[in-house]
Nanobody
């Protein structure tokens, strides 16, 4: 079992930046694909970004491509989400997720086995 704890959320003005962190414990971090998802009020949880195990190859949702950067530090058991040029549409609870499975669709919530508790990101206009 792996435990995930997100941090770094908060309130920021449009155009600003935040860096989210997700610390993992209880498993072999380098063996997990990591993902970031978000859920806005009244909406389904949606994919934001994912990063592969060892090579650290990232993949992004179109809505955040060019603004967000996902990275990982396997020595620190931590994955990051750098968010720049934030806009009010980015307001949501952001969740970190992990899977040890090798899956085809890395953007779907069903393919991640472990989830953090989420961290709130609010972007004011």
């Amino acid at each position: 079992q792996v435990q995930l704890v997100e941090s770094g959320g908060g309130l920021v003005q449009a155009g600003g930046s935040l860096r989210l962190s997700c610390a993992a414990s209880g498993g072999t971090f380098s063996s997990y694909r990591m993902g970031w998802f978000r859920q806005a009020p009244g909406k389904e949880r949606e994919f934001v970004a994912t990063i592969s195990r060892s090579s650290g190859t990232p993949y992004y949702a179109d809505s955040v491509k060019g603004r967000f950067t996902v990275s990982r530090d396997n020595a620190k058991n931590t994955v990051y989400l750098q968010m720049n040029s934030l806009n009010p549409e980015d307001t949501a609870i952001y969740y970190c997720a992990a899977t040890v499975r090798y899956v085809v669709d890395t953007t779907h919530t069903r393919n991640y086995d472990y989830w953090g508790q989420g961290t709130q990101v609010t972007v004011s206009s």
